[in-house]
C-alpha cells in the first residue's frame, strides 16, 4: 500500500520538478539566443558610417563615389530612383539657378527692347505676358526633347549607358579639353558647388521681393 501510495507522489512530484527544469531551461536559451542579436545591431550601428553633412545620420550608400558627395540625403531619393536620373536633375537644376539667379538681379537694372521695365523680378512673367512665357515654356520643351534624341523620362534618358548625366558636349570656351580625370572632376565640383549655391540663392531672392514686397536692391 505505501509502495502504491508513494509511486503517485512521486510520479507528481517528479513532473513538476522536470516541468520547473525544462521552464528554466527555456528561458536560459531564450537569454541566449537574443544576446547575440543585441551585440549584432550594437556592432552595426557602431561600424556604420555617418553623413559628413548631417553626422547625426548615416551617411546614404548609393551616393557614394558621385563628384560633390558629403553624404546628404535625408529624405531618401538616392534609395529610391536611379541616381544617374538625380544627379542630371541636379545639374540642370543647378545651371537653370544660376542664369535665374544673373536675370533676377539684371531684370532690375535691364529691359529688353520691347519689353515693360518692372523693378520687381517677381512681376517679370506678368509683364512679358502669357504668350511670352509660352514660348519659353515650348522652346525649352523641344530643347529638350532635341539634347537626348527623344528620351525624356526617368526610364528612357539613359538607354545609353555610356551617357554621362549633364554631359551634352556644350563646350564653347573649350574649358574641359586636355584636362585630367581628377582635374575635370574639380570643375565638376565647381559647377555643381555653385548650382547648389544658385538654387538656394534663387529661391531666396524670390521670397525677399514677396515677403517685402520691394525689389531686390
Known amino acids: 500500500l505505501c509502495f502504491v501510495l508513494f509511486l503517485p507522489l512521486s510520479a507528481v512530484h517528479f513532473n513538476r520538478l522536470t516541468m520547473k527544469t525544462a521552464i528554466l531551461a527555456a528561458l536560459i536559451s531564450s537569454a541566449a539566443a537574443f544576446a547575440p542579436a543585441q551585440k549584432a545591431a550594437s ?3 557602431l561600424n556604420a558610417e555617418m ?16 563628384v560633390g558627395d558629403v553624404g546628404f540625403d535625408p529624405l531618401g531619393f538616392s534609395d529610391n530612383f536611379d541616381m544617374k536620373f538625380l544627379r542630371e536633375a541636379e545639374i540642370k537644376h543647378g545651371r537653370i539657378s544660376m542664369m535665374a539667379t544673373l536675370g533676377f538681379v539684371l531684370q532690375e537694372y535691364m529691359t529688353i527692347p520691347g519689353m515693360t ?30 539634347t537626348n534624341k527623344g528620351n525624356v523620362t526617368m526610364e528612357t534618358m539613359f538607354e545609353d549607358p555610356d551617357r554621362v548625366p549633364g554631359s551634352f558636349g ?17 570643375i565638376q565640383l565647381q559647377e555643381i558647388k555653385n548650382g547648389r549655391l544658385a538654387m538656394l540663392a534663387i529661391g531666396g531672392m524670390i521670397h525677399h521681393n514677396w515677403v517685402t514686397g520691394e525689389a531686390l536692391f
Not at 51 to 66: D, E, M
Open 43 to 45: 556592432s552595426t550601428a
Open 51 to 66: 553623413s559628413k553633412a548631417v553626422p547625426f545620420l548615416t551617411a546614404p550608400k548609393n551616393t557614394a563615389g558621385w
Open 117 to 146: 521695365h518692372v523693378d520687381d523680378s517677381n512681376m517679370a512673367p506678368a509683364a512679358a505676358g502669357l504668350s511670352s512665357m509660352l514660348q519659353i515654356v515650348f522652346y525649352i520643351g523641344v530643347l529638350e526633347f532635341w
Open 170 to 186: 556644350f563646350d564653347p570656351m573649350g574649358l574641359g579639353v586636355g584636362k585630367s580625370t581628377e582635374e575635370m572632376e574639380k
